[in-house]
């Protein structure tokens, strides 16, 4: 806040220089909204994903999936504390949409609806793309 344009520029360059990928300027809560999301999330989701009394049984029945969605779980428990606590209502703000997108898919599980199953995975699938392609595009630019 308050910092040049020059300021701002030279802090820029020198992260880029450092070896950062890219450096996007942001104010305070569109940073907080997205860190909920992109960072603070993945923890909650893959610490409580790794409390299931079935992870201790993984080995041999794994690959990628597992270590990718558990590899977080390893963290500062006091710190991600604070950080969570600290951007408390965005995050709870994600558990609530992430929370209800596990409860469709339980309710089409319990339903037996594989059509309501596989529209659900599709929704994901078609997401992920649509990300990926932007993602790619703004790295163009």
């Given at each position: 806040v308050g910092a040049s344009i020059e300021a701002a520029a030279l802090v820029k360059k020198l992260f880029l220089e450092i070896g950062f990928f890219r450096v996007l300027p942001s104010d305070a809560e569109t940073h907080d909204?997205?860190?909920?999301?992109?960072?603070?999330?993945?923890?909650?989701?893959?610490?409580?994903?790794?409390?299931?009394?079935?992870?201790?049984?993984?080995?041999?029945?794994s690959a990628g999936s597992f270590r990718d969605l558990t590899r977080v779980a390893r963290m500062n428990p006091k710190m991600w504390t604070e950080l969570a606590a600290d951007n408390k209502d965005n995050l709870?703000?994600?558990?609530?949409?992430?929370?209800?997108?596990?409860?469709?898919?339980?309710?089409?599980?319990?339903?037996?609806?594989?059509?309501?199953?596989?529209?659900?995975?599709?929704?994901?699938?078609?997401?992920?793309?649509?990300?990926?392609?932007?993602?790619?595009?703004?790295?163009?630019?």
């Open positions: 909204r997205v860190i909920a999301y992109t960072s603070q999330l993945c923890h909650i989701l893959s610490s409580s994903y790794v409390a299931s009394p079935t992870a201790e049984r993984h080995d041999g029945y709870i703000g994600e558990l609530d949409f992430l929370i209800a997108r596990l409860a469709a898919f339980r309710g089409a599980l319990e339903k037996g609806g594989e059509g309501e199953l596989e529209k659900l995975f599709a929704e994901g699938n078609a997401r992920k793309e649509v990300i990926e392609k932007a993602t790619r595009e703004w790295r163009k630019s």
